[in-house]
């Protein structure tokens, strides 16, 4: 049996998650690939690299989907569970919150591990979402860390609503966005 190595760090709610996940598939390496690229994850040592682009979200997932393929192409083929879990384990997100966050329940995403299963295309188009934003913290804060703390803080221009709260709507997600460039290009947020 192969367990998943808990992430770096001495974040209780993470190692508890991995734990969870072990329960749930036993079989899964930790990082299976370069987290069987949640979010191409070579030089920020987590999961972002950081020339990404969207398209390039989830690119070796085990998708099986040519490499000319869209983001819509990935979201209407579905997320695998796995990808969020891993996602979840790294960031130190509960499965409740993630559940949450792309519109189902800590005991599907549990059910559809269990099983091997995908999102669907509406949970894989909030999750492809998260990725998104998260790889563009991490783009402006130049270190994961400090983009997971941003995302969970209050930001004034979002009018004083955290950022992870506002992933869940694509409105929120433009915003979140246009505060992010604001940050990486040099403007004031």
Do not use: F, M, T, Y
């Given at each position: 049996m192969t367990e998943r190595t808990p992430p770096t760090?001495?974040?209780?709610?993470?190692?508890e998650f991995v734990r969870r996940l072990n329960r749930?598939?036993?079989s899964v390496s930790y990082l299976g690939g370069p987290i069987r690229v949640l979010v191409a994850a070579p030089d920020l040592a987590m999961f972002?690299?950081?020339?990404?682009?969207?398209?390039?979200?989830?690119?070796g997932?085990?998708?099986?989907?040519?490499p000319e393929a869209s983001a819509n192409d990935v979201v209407e083929a579905g997320i695998p569970a796995s990808v969020l879990a891993d996602f979840g384990a790294l960031s130190g997100m509960s499965a409740r919150d993630l559940g949450s966050l792309v519109g189902t329940s800590e005991r599907t995403i549990s059910r559809k591990l269990a099983h091997d299963e995908r999102l669907a295309p509406a949970e894989s188009d909030r999750a492809y979402r998260l990725f998104e934003v998260v790889a563009s913290a991490v783009r402006a804060f130049g270190d994961v860390e400090k983009a997971l703390r941003w995302m969970k803080r209050t930001v004034p221009s979002l009018g004083g609503r955290r950022p992870i709260d506002l992933v869940r709507t694509e409105i929120g997600t433009?915003?979140?966005?246009a505060a992010l460039d604001r940050i990486e290009y040099g403007g004031i947020t």
């Open positions: 760090g001495d974040n209780p709610g993470r190692v749930k598939r036993p972002v690299h950081r020339d990404l682009k969207p398209e390039n979200v989830l690119s997932a085990g998708l099986n989907l040519p433009r915003q979140i966005l």
